[in-house]
């Protein structure tokens, strides 16, 4: 499914998203500009950009095999680690100055265990993440913020002063401003922008400085305004799970009739949904937003009626006549979020397909056949 | 007493009158090593009269996590259950009358079977109504996703959605500030239980109950360094009733002090007279993971067929460190690092690879270890990840690795025969035994 729009700068963003090391790093890194790669929503890249460091959210893209990482990982772990740490292996990371690793799977944790003893990484960083949401740990958070200025500081030799910080939410605020209107267009009966390409948008955002993606972001905004609306679809799809980030996923859903409208994944709403205060002490805000005010991931503890009710409440917004979960294998986390999600929609009366994945797609005959079956059942056109 | 409350207490009755008759029959004929099972299997019994009783009478009582301090529970007077031994145990899971039937059980979930058996098990036996439900619920966040996951769960079944819950929080790392952050965690968690249960906090009883199980861990800590001895004077039960003893009800009970005392007597005997309790051991073993329900299977043909032992494993081996009783902070910081830093899981599964390294390093310059085996349960998938860590220490040291690849719950999934070729297979290629 396509739309007829035609924009220079949504064509920008898929080339960015096709590929890990895209031309806007390149140029940072050979301007003399430093790139620390990281992982998950939960880490708090405005802090990198305060240090005027390109924070680089790693995917692994392009990657072809796990040849190298399957030493390190166990045919039980997620393919998601496993893909971005062959990468590593075959040095398609060196341009980073850095890695954040935060604890937010058992999978990714590791990570930083095994690039410790297999890889030369001037900084690496294991970020501490509570899982539950309340107010001890959001001060563990933001002595986390905190610790991480100052080694951060230390390492690259600058300062980052509360200011910088300050205009640094700013700036990623305005990021969350602006795809929330995009957002927004997509509520109307004829949204003029698919899934797949709204993935490609927003996972360009982690990947590229983010006063570059605020530019970009408002002529894509100009552009779809003008553009004409979807009207070929069978049914109005949320996608609901955790690392997403290939456009051609969502192609597949879409190709069989399905619009996806909205979405909960890592690459979507959680990112933007909400904002970080530009009031007061800016540790105590990013800290307050990533615990508390963020849309959260199963791996925060206790939020699941929170997390129930924002599926719900988008299932609303957005006019959603059928959800998919998906999962990639071996994840725990969303299994059992999967499980609950299951019976509160069929509580809620929504239908809810559950599809399990490995991170490079495969399987597309299957998973054409299993959405078909998905649209028939919820009776589209 | 209503239908759903006799039918969360069937497993435990089931058990408790399979337990009973061990008791008295023990009692009557007590062998060489009745003394040291003795107090187990009693100890099993008045922990299932005490829910029994708690559920029938409307008594207040909670269900808690092996990783909260039962020093805590016990100060302040209250009933609790592990609701993972009733998976290991009560359920009859351990291999008993209805294993199959749990996990066929279980298999019928909507839960995809590469999620972790224990959690899966341990939901459909919430589902099937098998768990007493308490006053309050005591849970926990870590070792792994699977269990903050099944945590949540638990909390979403409509018959325990208002079961009021706590859940401390371990930080990923160990340094002052996680422990101070972690002791904090416990007051609060004192606080919950005074408010759902009444009971309240006597300090005095609480530094009695650590003292009491300070001179047990102190005697599990002399146990350990006996069994650094070849031949190792037990089998695996005995060791791995160490964690067992001090972490269930009667934590601070003299009596238990005393079993430790009993089961450091009789092994320093043992190696006195060289009468190991298994004798010709041959392959001493460090078994780097929690055991299988059919453990007992396995460790027989090990013993029997190789020579092998058990010379460590990870639930009996003790990192654990003696608590300071001095001030009220001192014990609630030391409560915070026995909860989270030195239990089984908790230790290795949470945190970073350091721990991983630590414990394979010094176990197998401690105990002499000839090989380390990571059974590699499905479901510790952080610690698959850690595989080739493990392998790279081993190899540093000069030990034989092997990785099986099981499932403690499930025997379909990796067979004891596939388990018992695969020892056999890495046996012969490393020439031991």
Not at chain 1, 331 to 337: G, Q
């Amino acid at each position: 499914m396509e739309t007829n729009i035609k924009s220079k700068t949504l064509d920008e963003f898929k080339t960015i998203t096709g590929t890990m090391i895209n031309p806007a790093v390149q140029e940072w890194k050979d301007n003399g500009g430093k790139v620390i790669g990281y992982f998950c929503c939960n880490i708090p890249d405005e802090v990198m950009t305060a240090a005027g460091i390109l924070p680089l959210r790693l995917r692994g893209t392009g990657s072809t095999g796990t040849e190298l990482s399957d030493a390190f990982y166990s045919s039980i772990n997620c393919s998601f680690p496993r893909h971005v740490f062959n990468m590593a292996l075959n040095h398609e990371f060196d341009i980073l100055d850095g890695l954040i690793v935060p604890n937010s799977c058992d999978h990714i944790r590791r990570i930083y265990d095994n690039w410790l003893r297999q890889l030369d990484i001037g900084f690496l960083e294991m970020f501490n993440l509570p899982r539950k949401v309340e107010e001890p740990q959001v001060q563990w958070y933001k002595d986390e913020v905190h610790l991480l200025v100052e080694k951060l500081e230390k390492q690259f030799g600058v300062e980052i002063t509360e200011e910088k910080l300050k205009n640094a939410i700013k700036l990623h605020n305005e990021n969350r401003r602006l795809l929330k209107q995009i957002y927004e267009l997509r509520k109307v009966d004829n949204p003029p922008i698919t899934g797949g390409q709204m993935i490609a948008v927003i996972v360009a955002g982690t990947a590229i400085p983010r006063d570059k993606y605020n530019e970009m972001l408002k002529e894509l905004l100009e552009d779809l305004k003008g553009a004409e609306g979807i009207k070929d679809h069978r049914a109005r799809l949320m996608v609901l799970g955790g690392i997403l980030d290939d456009p051609e996923y969502m192609d597949i859903l879409e190709d069989q009739g399905g619009l996806v409208v909205t979405d909960s994944i890592c690459f979507g709403t959680r990112l933007f949904w909400t904002e970080v205060s530009e009031e007061g002490d800016p540790y105590e805000a990013i800290a307050r937003y990533q615990i508390q005010q963020r849309p959260t991931c199963p791996r925060s503890y206790g939020d699941q009626p929170k997390r129930a009710q924002y599926l719900l409440d988008m299932i609303k917004e957005f006019k959603v006549d059928g959800v998919i979960g998906e999962r990639l294998l071996f994840c725990d986390s969303w299994v059992v979020e999967h499980y609950m999600n299951d019976q509160d929609l069929k509580e809620a009366g929504v239908p809810f397909l559950k599809l399990d994945r490995e991170y490079i797609l495969s399987g597309k005959g299957q998973l054409r056949t299993r959405v078909q079956a998905f649209l028939e059942m919820l009776g589209g056109k | 007493m209503d239908e759903k409350k006799e039918r969360s207490l069937s497993r435990i009755r089931e058990e408790l009158a399979m337990y009973e008759p061990v008791v008295e029959l023990l009692k009557l004929e007590p062998g060489e090593m009745g003394h040291l099972q003795l107090p187990i299997v009693e100890n099993i019994v008045e922990q299932h009269k005490g829910t029994i009783e708690c559920v029938e009478e409307g008594k207040t009582f909670l269900a808690s996590q092996f990783t909260n301090p039962v020093e805590i529970l016990t100060a302040m007077d209250v009933h609790w259950y592990f609701h993972i031994q009733q998976l290991f145990a009560a359920s009859g899971s351990g291999g008993g009358l209805h294993t199959d039937e749990d996990l066929e059980g279980a298999d019928k979930l909507n839960i995809p079977r590469d999620c972790c058996t224990l959690i899966r098990l341990g939901h459909y036996l919430q589902v099937a109504g098998l768990y007493p439900i308490p006053t309050a619920y005591l849970s926990i966040t870590e070792p792994c996703d699977s269990i903050a996951g099944w945590h949540a769960a638990f909390m979403h079944h409509p018959d325990w959605r208002n079961i009021p819950v706590f859940a401390p929080d371990p930080p990923y790392h160990t340094d002052e500030r996680a422990i101070d952050y972690y002791a904090r965690q416990m007051r609060e968690m004192v606080d919950f239980i005074t408010e759902h249960t009444g009971q309240t906090l006597d300090m005095d009883r609480l530094r009695e109950t650590v003292e009491e199980t300070n001179k047990g861990y102190a005697l599990w800590m002399e146990y350990n360094e006996i069994r650094r001895s070849s031949p190792t004077p037990h089998s695996y039960t005995l060791p791995l009733s160490c964690f067992f003893q001090i972490n269930t009800l009667g934590a601070g009970d003299p009596k238990k002090t005393l079993w430790y005392k009993d089961i450091v007597a009789d092994a320093e005997r043992r190696v006195k007279e060289n009468k190991p309790e298994f004798p010709n051991q041959k392959i001493r073993v460090f078994w780097y993971d929690i055991q299988p329900f059919y453990f007992g299977e396995i460790v027989s043909w090990l013993e029997q067929e190789w020579g092998g032992v058990i010379a460590m494993d990870m639930v009996s081996y003790c990192p654990y460190e003696l608590i300071d009783t001095s001030t009220e902070d001192s014990m609630f910081q030391g409560l915070a690092k026995r909860a989270f830093q030195h239990g089984p899981m908790v230790h290795q599964g949470r945190g970073l690879a350091e721990n991983v390294i630590y414990d394979i390093t010094r176990i197998v310059k401690d105990y002499k270890i000839d090989c380390v085996i990571f059974p590699g349960h499905m479901g510790h998938k952080d610690m698959a990840a850690s595989s080739s860590i493990m392998r790279e220490t081993c190899r540093e040291l000069g030990v034989p690795f092997l990785y099986i690849g099981l499932d403690v719950a499930d025997h379909r999934y990796t067979t004891a025969d596939e388990i018992k070729d695969r020892i056999s297979q890495f046996f012969t290629a490393m020439g031991l035994g």
